[in-house]
């Protein structure tokens, strides 16, 4: 079965760190892009990052510099590292697979296979 | 950035034929994805690629899009299409390349 798994979420003081992971399993792992997708409670999906299969990451403004998005095929693992947390990135996360695989050049995608969400909340 | 914009709400009767539309700055020349979210639960995606849908998702869920409007169609709505969808397309100069239309509350009265 085709399934992605995320842990690492919970309770964090704003300014501080969460290492969110996400274990797949079901699929060659190494083909696909991948992202991470927030979302707030009560509110719509926010796109949060996304690398590529040769490596390449991709983030929004509003945490570029914050998150680092990072991949471990070997373990088919996603990783998601946020640091200097802020209120405002309170949210469910998801990390969700592109639909189709791909061979080194980063295509967007739908995104076909999500996992079950990792409650992150920054207060303090 | 690239904005996409959803109507909050539509209610639909059993039965029925519900239209979601997205709105978007000449968003017919983009590829418009459509993704169904229950209470508690991940995103499913319902439509990718403006119409085709993936295994296993049912006939009556077909989009389309055209100049600046995408519309999702739930076709002989059922109790079970209740949720909130959202729609996405890829936008190279946007900030955020993977751009989430403002979501809709399907309610099936």
């Known amino acids: 079965e085709v399934q992605l798994v995320e842990s690492g979420g919970g309770l964090v003081q704003p300014g501080g760190s969460l290492r969110l992971s996400c274990a797949a399993s079901?699929?060659?792992?190494?083909?696909?892009?991948m992202h991470w997708v927030r979302q707030a409670t009560g509110k719509g999906l926010e796109w949060v990052s996304a690398?590529?299969?040769?490596?390449?990451?991709y983030y929004p403004g509003s945490v570029k510099g914050r998150f680092t998005i990072s991949r471990e095929n070997a373990k088919n693992s996603l990783y998601l590292q946020m640091n200097s947390l802020r209120a405002g990135d309170t949210a469910v996360y998801y990390c969700?697979?592109?639909?189709?695989?791909?061979?080194?050049?980063?295509?967007?995608?739908?995104?076909?296979?999500w996992g079950q969400g990792t409650m992150v909340t920054v207060s303090s | 950035s690239y904005v996409l914009t959803q109507p909050p709400s539509v209610s639909v009767a059993p039965g029925q034929t519900a239209r979601i539309t997205c709105g978007g700055n000449?968003?017919?020349?983009?590829?418009v994805h459509w993704y169904q979210q229950k209470p508690g639960q991940a995103p499913v995606l319902v439509v990718y690629?403006?119409?085709d849908r993936p295994s296993g998702i049912p006939e009556r869920f077909s989009g389309s899009n055209s100049g600046n409007t995408a519309t999702l169609t739930i076709s002989r709505v059922e109790a079970g299409d209740e949720a909130d969808y959202y729609c996405?397309?890829?936008?190279?100069?946007?900030?955020?390349?993977?751009?989430f239309g403002t979501g809709t509350k399907v309610t099936v009265l």
């Open positions: 690629d403006d119409s």
């Open positions: 079901g699929f060659t792992f190494s083909s696909y892009d």
């Open positions: 969700a697979r592109e639909r189709s695989p791909t061979t080194g050049k980063f295509l967007p995608d739908a995104f076909d296979i």
């Open positions: 996405q397309v890829w936008d190279s100069s946007s900030d955020h390349l993977f751009v």
């Open positions: 000449n968003i017919g020349s983009k590829s």
């Open positions: 690398i590529g299969t040769a490596g390449d990451t």
